[in-house]
């Protein structure tokens, strides 16, 4: 009986009591966290070779190849660094965090799905078809930022590492290569991700098609020197790798805004959809002068004499 009660027939808008909101919060959560807890315990068996694909591309472009002997003798070709780990925790506490990193990401699929099944029921149609389009294009947007990300570090460490002194030798913690990894990865697949929030304003009614577009001179200066700050390489060719991507998918978000815009003004001009309410029209309207007054029907004369009165009564009553 009590299985069946659940299980009744859904609103179907979604809507349900605080309690059963709650219960389906717990259950979606308590979901998520077993996927990441699952994804853990994997990625620590390959904890190593995680931080070898984030650091090799590193120590391939600025590792030392020579012995202290050759260090010492202070050429130029002698100029590199060495990974190092400080502490007897470092290895064990750096370990949990990559495995616990890598978990988050290997299971985000999982947890982005039951919070779209959460926000889901309370979603109109149009809106549910608009969220999984901006999810869809959003996180190949994200991938190619990170992999941007992962093609440039090796060349902004070997440019970094010509400001140090001939013939020493550059330590490089660990944990601090990894945070400055992870860093670079999520600024640039964020700065991927500013075209499609300017889709989703524009979607939102928040700008226009047209101020986007009018933005064109600005946003490619400001673009110019994100690529120059996030790729201190002194070639250009960096740069523009980084910057000329995000050019394409500015002036890609801007026709797809005015596109948007003229698609508005058809539907506006076509009314409202079928699960949209119409708007209300609650400007006030001058009300013109009365010319005529009408008065409501005068009651029956009553009787004036007890000759016309019946039983003491008049005929009104």
Not at 90 to 118: D, R
Not at 165 to 181: C, E, F, K, T, W
Not at 209 to 225: E, L, S, Y
Not at 238 to 245: E, F, K, Q
Request: charged share 20%.
């Amino acid at each position: 009986m009590l299985k069946s009660a659940r299980n009744k027939e859904k609103d179907p808008e979604g809507r349900m009591p605080l309690a059963e909101h709650l219960r389906e919060l717990r259950n979606r959560l308590v979901k998520s966290l077993l996927a990441i807890v699952v994804t853990t315990l994997v990625a620590a068996f390959f904890y190593k070779d995680i931080i070898q694909f984030f650091t090799n591309p590193i120590l391939d472009a600025v590792g030392c190849q020579y012995s202290f002997a050759e260090l010492a003798k202070g050429t130029e070709e002698t100029q590199c660094a060495r990974i190092v780990q400080n502490g007897l925790l470092s290895p064990f506490t750096l370990a949990l965090t990559v495995s616990l990193s890598s978990g988050v990401a290997l299971a985000a699929p999982v947890w982005l799905y039951q919070l779209w099944a959460f926000v889901a029921p309370g979603l109109h149609r149009h809106e549910k078809k608009y969220s999984l389009a901006f999810v869809a294009a959003g996180f190949p947007l994200f991938l190619t930022g990170a992999y941007f990300a992962y093609w440039s570090l090796p060349k902004m460490a070997s440019v970094m590492l010509e400001f140090s002194i001939i013939g020493s030798d550059n330590q490089l913690p660990l944990d601090d290569l990894l945070q400055l990894v992870m860093r670079m990865i999520i600024v640039f697949g964020l700065s991927f991700e500013l075209p499609l929030l300017l889709v989703m304003l524009n979607f939102g009614g928040v700008l226009s098609g047209k101020k986007i577009a009018g933005w064109w001179r600005g946003m490619i200066m400001g673009i110019t020197v994100f690529a120059a700050i996030a790729t201190p390489s002194t070639d250009p060719i960096s740069m523009l790798a980084l910057a000329g991507p995000i050019w394409v998918l500015y002036f890609a978000a801007s026709v797809i805004a005015l596109a948007n815009d003229r698609r508005r003004a058809r539907r506006d001009a076509a009314g409202p959809a079928d699960d949209e309410a119409s708007e209300l029209d609650l400007t006030p309207e001058a009300i013109g002068e009365v010319e005529a007054v009408t008065t409501a029907p005068a009651l029956p004369k009553q009787a004036d004499t007890a000759r016309d009165r019946v039983n003491g009564y008049d005929d009104v009553t």
